[in-house]
């Protein structure tokens, strides 16, 4: 498109493949969209585009993100508040029916995956290194390892006995953030094998193992730090988050899915192979396989005929 929409706080530059994202530096502007500066977005990240009525005189662009295709969203997993969203676009009322050409566009570009989940992130997470202060400890991460220093003011005796930690991002399996918006938030990074959550687990009892989960509170968990006031704010733990999420990511790439055979029809008949191969194209050129998985996998496919 290659067109420039202006709105509070934000600027979107239309490119022919992707939403550039600049965000705006000022008092008014949310600490979390300094903090991120800019942000590519590709089409093939979005699922839908809204244009709505907004508050005090303004209409709100919205583009929807996939699911599974932004870090920093699939680290707040929704607790994100609305004037901290990073896909609002906020406009005067005046200019509702530039908005609305802007949206008509962004929704001519979108492909016939953008209903369905995406397989691997497709929005770049915030660049490491990165720390933030917790409440009982600090927190580091290089690239490649997480880092919790204790805090001799904060943290608790366990964490003390257990001492300071540095955790491979190739032995996580995940990462939990619960917003210090909260009254009990933290950062919770998940070892591989351990039981998987559905998100944010609530912490009650002073020590005890929560009941969702048989887990050890957080306060007591050396995997994890707390936040508090002034401590992990949104807009320097949640980016933390979404780096090591997806840095823990790429160091398991998810298989690839073959597209299904047809119905009635043999798993690795030509057809069926066929189908599975155009399948794999589609997702080569989308970005959403490298050149060499879509080798290695045309090969395979190759080879059942």
């Not at 500066?37 to 005189?57: D, H, M």
């Not at 119905?263 to 008949?269: F, I, R």
Request: proline content about 10%; aromatic content about 8%; charged content about 25%.
């Amino acid at each position: 498109m290659g067109d420039v929409l202006a709105g509070n706080h934000a600027t979107w530059e239309f490119d022919t493949d992707s939403l550039l994202i600049r965000f705006e530096r000022g008092i008014r502007t949310p600490r979390l969209f300094q903090s991120l500066r800019e942000r590519r977005v590709p089409y093939a990240a979005l699922s839908s585009v809204t244009l709505s009525p907004g508050k005090r005189g303004t209409v709100v662009l919205h583009a929807v993100p996939r699911p599974g295709a932004d870090p920093l969203l699939e680290a707040a997993a929704g607790q994100l508040k609305e004037g901290c969203d990073p896909y609002r676009l906020s406009l005067p009322a005046d200019r509702e029916t530039l908005a609305e050409y802007y949206a008509d566009e962004l929704r001519s570009v979108l492909g016939p995956e953008a209903s369905e989940p995406a397989d691997r992130f497709l929005v770049a997470a915030p660049e490491a290194p990165m720390q933030f202060k917790a409440y009982d400890g600090r927190a580091g991460f290089d690239g490649s390892r997480v880092s919790f220093r204790w805090s001799w003011t904060g943290a608790s005796s366990a964490k003390w006995k257990a001492g300071d930690q540095t955790f491979p991002v190739t032995e996580l399996s995940g990462v939990e953030w619960r917003s210090p918006e909260t009254m009990e938030g933290y950062l919770r990074l998940v070892p591989r094998g351990a039981a998987d959550t559905d998100g944010p687990a609530p912490a009650s009892g002073q020590g005890a193992p929560e009941p969702a989960t048989g887990r050890v509170q957080a306060d007591q968990d050396p995997a994890a730090v707390l936040f508090g006031l002034g401590y992990g704010p949104v807009h320097e733990s949640l980016p933390f988050a979404a780096a090591v999420l997806e840095s823990v990511r790429r160091t398991q790439p998810a298989p690839l899915v073959p597209a299904p055979a047809p119905a009635g029809g043999p798993l690795h008949g030509p057809a069926a192979v066929a189908e599975r191969m155009r399948h794999l194209g589609e997702l080569h050129r989308a970005g959403l396989v490298t050149d060499d998985e879509y080798s290695a996998k045309k090969a395979e496919l190759l080879a059942e005929l």
